[in-house]
């Protein structure tokens, strides 16, 4: 299956604030397949945008914050991919009006959020956040075929992952006081909740891993809850330091009359990663289902971010009010972010209580 990109109807020029690790291995990759031109490029490491502007063709480097804000126009989108600690005071230096894509999550807590919600309001700026999992090519398919086939009403959603996750690839995650759940299964909640809407409650219990004192917690068992008719689940282990044999990761959706299977190949032997696998069933009158096998081009890294910037320039050409990923929806997976953490401090009913 493959996916016609987003062709804006005004040539707009990308500004990335920040030339760190997802800037090189996603941003600049993804806007290179859609053709979006990225001009300009800061960091307060002037090398790493130095590298990345050689590596990708941008035409200017600036040395300061100020000097990339000043160059800025209305056809000026900015891309802010820094650690989310960063974000508020950036965003305050932004002009009113502006047009700008924030790297997830949105601050490191919800109260930060909700200060960049205020702040984005307040600045009339057209914002989204790239919570860029909604828009890779597997999830449409997956979108595609529970909306035109005969899937029913979805049932049950589990996202499992058991794989070796190099944390030390990002120095800024090394003091952070929160990791798994803000950092990575934050993306499964926000598909979650772009599938299903705002869960009732979030339950978690979220932990750390012997190996890995110094770090703030590493996996996560969490479950949204939809109700008794919906089950929803996310499981991640990302201390399986055992090989590639075992590694594992995928997202199923089952419904009353389908399912959809989506191994994601990328986060097994990472950064290496593996193929994809994107696998269905739908139950047909009078005949044996059995499961298809579907190629699907394109994965999560990097093409699902042409889709987060697409959200940017659809708002801009008038083809739609807001983007999908506004800040104001977004909020609520922040919510659900907090309330795992809250759900997982407070802890589970006391058996000591009940014997
Ligand atoms: N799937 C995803 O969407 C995804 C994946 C990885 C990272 N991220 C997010 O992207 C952000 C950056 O992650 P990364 O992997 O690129 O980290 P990184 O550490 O590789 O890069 C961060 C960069 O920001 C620069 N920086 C820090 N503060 C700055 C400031 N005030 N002004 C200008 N530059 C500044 C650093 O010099 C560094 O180059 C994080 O918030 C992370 O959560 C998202």
């Excluded at 009732?200 to 068992?221: D, E, M, R």
Aim: glycine content about 6%; overall charge negative.
């Amino acid at each position: 299956m493959q996916q016609a990109y987003y062709k804006p109807a005004t040539p707009y020029h990308i500004f990335s604030i920040g030339a760190g690790g997802i800037v090189k291995d996603a941003h600049l990759p993804a806007y290179q397949l859609a053709g979006y031109a990225v001009k300009g490029i800061y960091d307060i490491d002037n090398r790493k945008a130095q590298a990345l502007a050689k590596s990708f063709d941008i035409q200017d480097v600036y040395e300061s914050l100020d000097a990339i804000i000043a160059t800025a126009n209305k056809n000026t989108i900015f891309d802010i991919a820094l650690p989310a600690s960063a974000i508020i005071e950036v965003l305050q230096k932004i002009p009113t009006g502006a047009a700008v894509l924030l790297q997830k999550p949105m601050g490191s807590t919800l109260a930060e959020a909700k200060e960049i919600v205020a702040l984005v309001e307040s600045k009339k700026f057209i914002a989204a956040v790239n919570f860029q999992l909604r828009y890779a090519p597997c999830i449409i398919a997956a979108k595609n075929i529970m909306d035109t086939q005969n899937f029913g009403t979805i049932t049950d959603i589990e996202v499992a992952v058991n794989v070796h996750t190099p944390w030390s690839l990002w120095t800024f995650l090394q003091s952070a006081p929160r990791l798994e759940i803000l950092y990575h299964s934050i993306h499964y909640i926000d598909l979650i909740r772009n599938v299903l809407g705002n869960p009732l409650s979030v339950y978690a219990k979220t932990i750390k891993h012997p190996a890995q004192p110094a770090l703030a917690s590493v996996k996560s068992n969490i479950i949204m809850d939809y109700g008794n008719a919906v089950g929803v689940s996310i499981k991640t282990n990302h201390c399986h330091d055992y090989g590639n044999t075992h590694q594992d990761a995928f997202i199923k959706i089952e419904g009353t009359n389908g399912a959809i299977k989506i191994n994601l190949g990328l986060l097994k032997n990472y950064p290496v990663g593996e193929a994809d696998r994107f696998e269905y069933i739908i139950k047909e009158l009078g005949t044996q289902a059995s499961w298809k096998q579907m190629d699907i081009e394109g994965s999560w890294f990097p093409h699902a971010f042409i889709g987060s910037m697409a959200e940017i320039m659809k708002t801009l050409d008038g083809v739609i009010i807001t983007p999908d990923n506004n800040v104001q929806d977004v909020l609520a997976t922040m919510a659900c972010v907090e309330a795992a953490y809250q759900s997982s401090a407070q802890g589970g009913v006391s058996i000591q209580d009940l014997l």
